[in-house]
T-cell receptor, first 114, second 114 residues
Framework: DAGVTQSPTHLIKTRGQQVTLRCSPK?????VSWYQQALGQGPQFIFQ???????QRGNFPDRFSGHQFPNYSSELNVNALLLGDSALYLC?????????????FGNGTRLTVT | GDSVTQMEGPVTLSEEAFLTINCTYT??????LFWYVQYPGEGLQLLLKATKADDKGSNKGFEATYRKETTSFHLEKGSVQVSDSAVYFC?????????????FGTGTRLLVSP
């Protein structure tokens, strides 16, 4: 049973460019969340997708956008990249509430902006 | 807003030593509390959780008790192993919202030497 898979594992981009990160949730999960983990910091919630809609959003600018597909996979898009966007981006999936389906995290995509 | 504060690391211990990693929180409501662990090159894994005051979460020899009076959720283990070397994150969330949106601390790195 595959867990949460993210691609690519590493990515290097230049300031001003755009990037797309991808996530496939754990089998049976329908909700996908994205977190940003800067170096030496804890993960910060970006947004959550359920039924192809953004359900909750953290304190991130509109440059960060996402999408969820009918098969529950998800993309995170970041436009006009800044040096400060360099971080590990984590995807997490779940199939319900904390009681019956805790969050499962992927190994992340390491984004470096130069 | 809600926040989680952890002791700074790294915490360096010899094998079989006693471990304590301090965690305190500030919350507007009555959250559930979590400890996550991140091994090198991997995503976050749920270690243990407690859903209400005085609950004790435990897993793999680790324990933490939800102390409402001191707003704390300190992680303890009686005898650490080299394989416990990782980064530990304290986090909170509200289980009754229907969403899963963790607020993390900055993490504490644990280094265990033989």
């Amino acid at each position: 049973d595959a867990g949460v898979t993210q691609s690519p594992t590493h990515l290097i981009k230049t300031r001003g460019q755009q990037v797309t990160l991808r996530c496939s949730p754990k089998s049976g999960h329908d909700t996908v969340s994205w977190y940003q983990q800067a170096l030496g910091q804890g993960p910060q919630f970006i947004f959550q997708y359920y039924e192809e809609e953004e359900r909750q959003r953290g304190n991130f600018p509109d440059r960060f956008s996402g999408h969820q597909f009918p098969n529950y996979s998800s993309e995170l898009n970041v436009n006009a990249l800044l040096l400060g966007d360099s971080a590990l981006y984590l995807c997490a999936s779940s199939g319900g509430t904390w009681e019956n389906s805790p969050l499962h995290f992927g190994n992340g995509t390491r984004l470096t902006v130069t | 807003g809600d926040s989680v504060t952890q002791m700074e690391g790294p915490v360096t211990l010899s094998e079989e030593a006693f471990l304590t990693i301090n965690c305190t929180y500030t919350a507007t409501g009555y959250p559930s509390l979590f400890w996550y662990v991140q091994y090198p090159g991997e995503g976050l894994q749920l270690l243990l959780k407690a859903t209400k005051a005085d609950d004790k979460g435990s897993n793999k020899g680790f324990e933490a008790t939800y102390r409402k009076e001191t707003t704390s959720f300190h992680l303890e283990k009686g005898s650490v192993q080299v394989s416990d070397s990782a980064v530990y994150f304290c986090a909170l969330d509200y289980m009754n919202t229907g969403f899963q949106k963790l607020v993390f601390g900055t993490g504490t790195r644990l280094l265990v030497s033989p």
